[in-house]
């Protein structure tokens, strides 16, 4: 299979922090990156040799992003579909099908439950009496989130009871409704698979999500985690292998007592993948830029005994550059994006170890 000679250029659209986690990477395997995304404060570019800050349904600057590269990959899942219609489909990779199943959040759960999966009961929500119907047939507590563009807990509503659910204002788009799940904790599997349908995965860290967000990776994960691995794993791997996946793709799931239950789908690397640049033999950014580029994917053993990744978020960012005054050698990364704004994560911080404490 031929591969992605030195110097070649790896488009990329999104320009936040996994474009310039993805692009360092790009760099660092002799390849030039360019990134495409909308007006904003695309970090990615400041280690791409060019960038586009064009709208996407600017077609004139696509297809000019389009001319520079020899691989186009993303960094997000809500890249306009659209926006892969006006690029050569035999340069974009991982390809438009799994971008269609991970943008709506009924179609990846009917995609991984025909697979096996175990999801949150669930029931499609378009308007008002919907809501109500779903509440009475799935249950209270409920989670109410839009089928798509949400992300980080945006776009989600909690509710409590049916009597909160006949409160609710509803947004005017299509919705899902999913039951509260009872779990003990939350991990991903993340998966990297090449170009001739090798699939290595990284271990999966306990994560913690406040308000949605993730704020913690931990290794290691404990034993839920570990006892329901293999099962979650099955599921990724045949989600990759049915979309012909090639990259980095994640699904997160749900420890619970009755075993994991699958809530969804990324189909990029992933926060809670940020520790394998020092944790693992190979970063899930490395390894995504190989597998693109048709390289020979690197190992993805772990290579301490601990690990936690902790996001450094809004204001929190502007006195970071004290972490690396503490014991322990902390791996800071900060993304430089220009407005610690509430809620945005700003970097990370990676602490690994192999004493016993
Ligand atoms: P999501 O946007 O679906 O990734 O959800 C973000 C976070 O909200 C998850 O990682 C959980 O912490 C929480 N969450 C989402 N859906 C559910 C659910 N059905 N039951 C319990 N917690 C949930």
Same mark, same amino acid.
């Given at each position: &299979? ?14 936040? !922090?996994?474009?310039? &986690? ?59 579909? @659209? ?19 991970? !943008? ?13 999966? %175990?999801?949150?009961? =669930? &029931? ?21 989130? %839009? $089928? ?7 776009? !989600? ?27 003990? #904790? ?22 913690? =999500? ?17 006892? +329901? ?8 791997? +045949? #989600? ?9 793709? #994640? ?20 926060? @809670? ?26 190992? %993805?053993? #772990? ?5 936690? &990744? ?6 929190? $960012?502007? $006195?970071?550059? !004290? ?26 911080? %990676? ?7």
């Amino acid at each position: &299979m031929s591969s992605l000679k030195p110097g070649s250029t790896i488009g990329i659209l999104g320009g936040g !922090q996994l474009g310039r &986690m993805l692009a360092q990477s790009a760099v660092q395997l002799g390849y030039r990156a360019v990134c495409y995304a909308p007006p904003g404060d695309n970090i990615a570019a400041d280690v791409c040799v060019d960038h586009f800050e064009n709208g996407w349904g600017d077609k004139a600057a696509l297809a000019a992003f389009a001319a520079k590269c020899d691989v186009i990959t993303w960094e997000f899942e809500n890249v306009p579909l @659209s926006v892969l219609d006006a690029l050569p489909a035999e340069r974009v990779v991982p390809g438009k099908r799994a971008l269609e199943i991970a !943008q709506d959040r009924l179609n990846e759960k009917l995609f991984v439950e025909e697979l096996g999966a %175990t999801c949150a009961p =669930h &029931m499609r929500v378009d308007n008002e009496d919907d809501l109500k119907r779903a509440a009475d047939r799935v249950g209270t507590p409920g989670i109410l989130k %839009t $089928a798509r563009d949400g992300y980080d807990g945006k776009g !989600q509503w909690r509710i409590a009871s049916a009597h909160e659910a006949e409160g609710i204002r509803f947004p005017g788009r299509t919705c899902i409704y999913e039951g509260l799940v009872e779990f003990e #904790t939350e991990f991903s599997v993340i998966l990297v698979r090449s170009k001739d349908g090798a699939v290595k995965y990284w271990d999966s860290t306990s994560n913690r =999500h406040e308000g949605g967000m993730l704020v913690r990776s931990a290794l290691p994960a404990g034993k839920l985690i570990e006892a +329901q691995v293999e099962e979650a794993r099955n599921i990724a791997g +045949q #989600t990759a292998d049915a979309l012909g996946y090639v990259g980095v793709l #994640t699904l997160e799931f749900f420890a619970t007592k009755q075993g994991p239950i699958c809530n969804e789908m990324a189909p990029r690397v992933h926060n @809670s993948g940020h520790w394998t640049i020092e944790g693992a033999a190979t970063s899930q950014f490395e390894n995504h830029i190989r597998a693109v580029a048709g390289l020979p994917l690197g190992g %993805t053993e #772990t290579r301490f005994a601990q690990i936690e &990744m902790r996001n450094i978020v809004g204001e929190d $960012a502007l $006195a970071a550059h !004290q972490i690396l005054a503490e014991e322990g050698e902390p791996h800071l990364h900060l993304y430089g994006k220009k407005e610690a704004r509430e809620g945005r994560k700003m970097g990370h911080v %990676t602490r690994v170890s192999n004493s016993a404490d």
